[in-house]
Structure formats: structure tokens, C-alpha cells
């Protein structure tokens, strides 16, 4: 038995965040969703699961409805889609208002379970039906009797101490007691294993990052389920490689900081730089300059700056009491100190920069 398991998809996402390259992300998308549903044609594959997030929101464009209509229709095989946060099953909600093709299958409020007698298995799910529906994703769900085959799909959050109080809660003891031979889970975006005891429990992540921190989206998982076990192997689908790079700037010229983020740069790269470290006081770095001039190497670029004048150089012995970049720096100084939060610090760090600058005479605008 052959699954081939994906989610968070986010289908018509925003992507604001990307500015001009938010709608190129969006067809990637779209491109990705396709590459997918031709992997299950012609991997030999039982189902097809989505679980959670197909789309972004219940209002996606309608020639992207067109498309996952027509792209599931193609198949032969069983598809499962599980409702999730971004995409819950209410009375607006569009998995109402599509018309699926007779193979697919949308869980809800009212179907929790679906055996496919013809492959001896039972599929189960509990769909979002809001956002802050407090549903616990493998809550009420149990191996149906008469079939060989288990698999629960499951949209929410490990409880493990990387959240607070996370929504829709999955506990690590709900796996393993579960009674499955796979749990298909989604809401994480990327790969990871969860599996408890006897049960294999994984997140297949999103196929494409859907933010600049994602570094292990971009994979489906091909799950194999055999009466020897069961086997779940990382597939990459995706073509764009998210990931975050930290450079220390202190010391070093603005060529070399070019150099330094080049090094990560590609066609298929979306990066965020966070720039770090200490620089002289009237030292300027200007993150929109830098991301217009690289940007062309990579497929989307941000870059961070969270260094810090360094004070510890500040002589204010070069200047003579009374002088205005003394009293400047001694009374920006006295705000960095006195800041409220992170926010108001970095503002009064950069108006220090800005303002040592320009009474130096330098050419900053």
C-alpha cells in the first residue's frame, strides 16, 4: 500500500511579505500542486492525502479553484483533503462550494472516517471547522473494524514545549495510543518525524516555504505501508530553498557584506540575511540599498540589520564641551539607555547612526 501524503499548500497566499515576487510565489505554487498530483499518477500510489491548508483562505481566486478541480480529476486513485486552519470547513467555507470530482473526498463535521473496501483500509479525520474551534485532531479517533489498513490525517500542533499553549493540540501519547498504522499530520511546515512507539507519525511540511525561515519545506512524504512496517521517505517536490543566513558585520566593509550574502545566492534561493555585530558610531547600513543591488542573484531577498553602534568607541574627548556631536551622542546615548523595549532601542540606535553621520559632514541621503 502506497500514500502519497502532503499539506499546507496555503494555495493563493498573500505572500506580502515578498513585495513584486509575492505573485511569482503564488504560481509556484501552483506549478508545485501540479507536480505533485502527476507524482501520484504515475508513482503508483493508492491516496493521495491533503492534510490541511489546500488553501490559504475559503476565497481563493476562482481560475485557482479551476485548476485544483481539473488537476484532482486527472486521477484515478483516491483523494483524501482534510480541512485545516486556513481553510476550515463553516458554512462559507469552499469546500462547499466546489463540485470535487466523484474520487475525492472532503472530511467534515459529519464525515469523520471513509473505507475504501476495494484497497482494505479506513482513512479518518477531524476537519477545522473554525479557527478557534479548540478541536483536538485525533480526538474520538479509532481503528474501524473490517479493514486491514489504518491511517488517521491530523492538522495541528505536536504538544512538545516548542509552543505555549498550542491550538488544536496533538499529544504525543494520542499518537501512540491511537491504534493506527500512519498518522498523516499537517499544520508544520516542515518535514519532521513524530512518530510514538508502533505509530509513524510525520509531518510531510509545506511543498514550498511559505516564509523566509522554512528550511525544511519543500518535501512530500512517500509512505509505504507493508505488513513488515511502515516506511515514510522524504521526497523533495519543491523548487525554491528557504533559509535564514547571520553574518557579523563588526569589522568588515560594505564589499565584503556583499560578498558574504552572494555566497548564499541562486536562482532558486529566498533568503533573509540578519545583519549582526557592532559598527562605528556614524557607520550607516542601509538594508534597502543592499537588498536593491543583490536581490537579482536570488529569488527573494530580505535583509535585517540588528547591529549595534559600538558605544565602547564613542571619544567624546575628540570634541570640546559644548560641541553638537558631543551633546548629540551624549544625549542619543542617554535614550538608548532609557529605552523602553527592543523597538524604541533600535530606533534611537539608528537615529544615533544617522544623526553622527550627518554632523560629520557625511553624504547619507
Known amino acids: 500500500m502506497k500514500l502519497l501524503h502532503t499539506s499546507d499548500l496555503q494555495l493563493d497566499a498573500p505572500f506580502l511579505f515578498l513585495g513584486e515576487c509575492g505573485q511569482r510565489h503564488r504560481e509556484q505554487l501552483r506549478q508545485t500542486f501540479a507536480a505533485i498530483v502527476e507524482m501520484a499518477r504515475r508513482g503508483d500510489y493508492q491516496v493521495l492525502l491533503i492534510t490541511g491548508d489546500l488553501f490559504n483562505s475559503n476565497r481563493p481566486l476562482q481560475s485557482t479553484v479551476d485548476t485544483v478541480l481539473h488537476l484532482l480529476g486527472t486521477l484515478s486513485i483516491p483523494v483524501c483533503i482534510l480541512p485545516g486552519n486556513h481553510d476550515p ?168 557584506l556583499h560578498d558574504l550574502i552572494l555566497e548564499h545566492a541562486g536562482e532558486s534561493r529566498m533568503v533573509e540575511v540578519i545583519l549582526s555585530g557592532l559598527t562605528e558610531v556614524g557607520t550607516l547600513i542601509d538594508p534597502a540599498e543592499m537588498e536593491t543591488i543583490l536581490r537579482p542573484d536570488f529569488y527573494a531577498l530580505r535583509i535585517c540589520d540588528q547591529s549595534h553602534p559600538e558605544m565602547d568607541d564613542i571619544s567624546l574627548s575628540e570634541y570640546p564641551p559644548g560641541h553638537i556631536i558631543r551633546k548629540f551622542i551624549q544625549a542619543m546615548s542617554e535614550q538608548i539607555l532609557q529605552a523602553q523595549d527592543r523597538h524604541h532601542k533600535e530606533i534611537a540606535e539608528q537615529a544615533l547612526q544617522l544623526g553622527a553621520a550627518l554632523l560629520q559632514g557625511k553624504d547619507v541621503i
Open 89 to 256: 470547513y463553516h458554512s462559507r467555507s469552499i469546500y462547499r462550494r466546489m463540485t470535487f470530482p466523484s474520487n475525492v473526498t472532503i472530511f467534515n463535521k459529519d464525515l469523520r472516517f471513509k473505507v475504501f473496501p476495494g484497497l482494505d483500509l479506513a482513512i479518518y479525520g477531524n476537519a477545522i471547522t473554525s479557527k478557534g474551534d479548540g478541536l483536538r485532531p485525533l480526538e474520538g479517533i479509532h481503528p474501524h473494524s473490517g479493514v486491514r489498513w489504518h491511517v488517521a490525517m491530523a492538522h495541528g500542533n505536536i504538544v512538545s514545549g516548542l509552543i505555549e499553549k498550542p491550538d488544536r493540540p496533538i499529544d504525543p501519547g494520542e499518537i501512540e495510543e491511537c491504534g493506527m498504522d500512519y498518522v498523516a499530520l499537517g499544520d508544520w511546515h516542515s518535514f519532521a518525524d513524530y512518530s510514538q512507539g508502533m505509530i509513524k507519525a510525520v509531518y510531510s511540511g509545506a511543498p514550498e516555504p511559505t516564509a523566509y525561515h522554512q528550511e525544511g519545506a519543500g518535501f512530500v512524504a512517500n509512505v509505504t505501508l507493508t505488513d513488515g512496517g511502515v516506511q515514510v521517505e522524504k521526497v523533495r517536490v519543491g523548487k525554491i530553498r528557504a533559509g535564514q543566513v547571520h553574518i557579523n558585520i563588526s569589522g568588515r566593509k560594505e564589499s565584503e
